[in-house]
C-alpha cells in the first residue's frame, strides 16, 4: 500500500466516524446536546487561552486553533470535501501538507467521538443541576482518558508542523500558486485552513513557548478533571467560564 493510499485511507476512515456520529446524533435527538457540550468547551477554551486572543503575536494562531480543532461549528461541508478528495491531497500537496489533513481528520474524530459520548450523558442529567456540575459529571462518566491525552498530542503535531513547514519560503510561495488548481480540484476547503494556518503561525513566529502553554494548561486541565474532587472541578469550571 503507498504512503498516498494510507494517508487517503485514515482520511476517509475518520470521517466516515464523524459522519457516522452526526447521523446517530441526529436520529437520536441528541444533535442539540452536541452543540451544547461543544458550546461551552469552546466558552472555556476562549476563558483559558483570553490572554492569547488579545496578544497581538499570538492571537491569530489562538483563533485558529479554537475555530478549526475546538469550534462550535458545523463543518459538514468541509468534512464532505475532504472525504471526496482525500485520494488527492497528497497528489496536489507536499506529503508533510498531506499529513496535516490527517491530523486534522483524526483530531475531529477524536473530537466528536468524545462530545458525542458527553453529549448522552448530558441528556441523560438533565438540566436538574447547574451546568458546571453537569459537565463535569459527564466528563468523568465518559472517561477515556488515553483519548483525551491523544487528541492533545495530535494538536500538538500538527502545531509542530505548521511551525516548521512556515519556515519553508517555497513551500509558502507553492501554496499560494495552488489557490487556483484547489479550487477547480474541490479543495478549496483545505487550501483555505492551510492558508489560515500557516498565515497564523508565520506571524507567531518561535511557536514553542504558545505550544508549551497549550501542552501545560491543557495537561493540568485533564489531570484535575480525572483526579481532583468534582467540587474542585465544578467551582473551577465556573470560575473560568465567568471570564470568558
Same mark, same amino acid.
Given at each position: 500500500?503507498t504512503?498516498e493510499s494510507?494517508a487517503?485511507? *485514515?482520511?476517509r476512515l %475518520?470521517? %466516515?466516524r464523524?459522519s457516522?456520529?452526526r447521523d446517530q =446524533?441526529?436520529?437520536?435527538?441528541?444533535a442539540?446536546?452536541?452543540?451544547?457540550?461543544k458550546?461551552l468547551q469552546? $466558552?472555556?477554551?476562549?476563558a483559558?487561552?483570553?490572554?492569547f486572543?488579545?496578544?497581538?503575536?499570538h492571537a &491569530? &494562531?489562538?483563533?485558529f486553533?479554537l #475555530?478549526?480543532?475546538?469550534?462550535?461549528h458545523n463543518?459538514?461541508e468541509?468534512?464532505a470535501q475532504?472525504? $471526496?478528495?482525500a485520494? =488527492?491531497?497528497?497528489? +496536489?500537496?507536499?506529503? =508533510?501538507?498531506?499529513?496535516?489533513a490527517v491530523?486534522?481528520a483524526?483530531?475531529?474524530?477524536?473530537?466528536?467521538t468524545l462530545d458525542?459520548e458527553?453529549?448522552?450523558?448530558w441528556?441523560d442529567l438533565?438540566?436538574?443541576?447547574?451546568y458546571? #456540575?453537569?459537565y463535569v $459529571?459527564c466528563?468523568r462518566?465518559?472517561g477515556q482518558?488515553?483519548?483525551?491525552?491523544r %487528541? +492533545?498530542a495530535?494538536? %500538538?503535531h500538527m502545531g509542530?508542523?505548521l *511551525?516548521? +513547514?512556515?519556515r519553508?519560503r517555497?513551500?509558502l510561495?507553492?501554496l499560494?500558486?495552488?489557490? *487556483?488548481?484547489a479550487?477547480v480540484?474541490?479543495?478549496?476547503? +483545505? *487550501?483555505?485552513f492551510?492558508?489560515?494556518?500557516?498565515s497564523?503561525f508565520?506571524?507567531?513566529?518561535?511557536?514553542?513557548?504558545?505550544?508549551?502553554?497549550?501542552q501545560?494548561?491543557e495537561s493540568r486541565?485533564l489531570a484535575s478533571?480525572?483526579?481532583?474532587e468534582p467540587a474542585?472541578?465544578?467551582? @473551577?469550571?465556573t470560575? #473560568?467560564?465567568s471570564? @470568558?
Open positions: 500500500m504512503t494510507r487517503a485511507d *485514515q482520511i %475518520q470521517l %466516515q464523524v457516522h456520529l =446524533a441526529q436520529s437520536a435527538g441528541m442539540s446536546a452536541v452543540h451544547e457540550v458550546q469552546a $466558552r472555556r477554551f476562549r483559558t487561552y483570553s490572554d486572543l488579545q496578544s497581538p503575536r &491569530a &494562531a489562538t483563533r486553533f #475555530e478549526e480543532l475546538y469550534g462550535e463543518f459538514t468541509r468534512d475532504f472525504g $471526496r478528495i485520494g =488527492a491531497i497528497e497528489r +496536489l500537496f507536499p506529503e =508533510a501538507v498531506g499529513q496535516l491530523d486534522l483524526e483530531t475531529h474524530a477524536l473530537t466528536e458525542h458527553m453529549a448522552g450523558h441528556m438533565g438540566s436538574d443541576c447547574g458546571a #456540575e453537569r $459529571r466528563w462518566l465518559t482518558p488515553e483519548q483525551r491525552l %487528541q +492533545l495530535v494538536v %500538538q509542530r508542523e *511551525q516548521r +513547514l512556515t519553508s517555497s513551500l510561495l507553492a499560494k500558486m495552488m489557490r *487556483q488548481p479550487q480540484a474541490g479543495l478549496s476547503s +483545505l *487550501q483555505q492551510l492558508e489560515r494556518g500557516f497564523a508565520a506571524g507567531l513566529g518561535d511557536a514553542s513557548d504558545f505550544l508549551a502553554a497549550i501545560g494548561r486541565w478533571m480525572f483526579d481532583d474542585h472541578c465544578e467551582a @473551577a469550571l470560575q #473560568e467560564l471570564k @470568558a
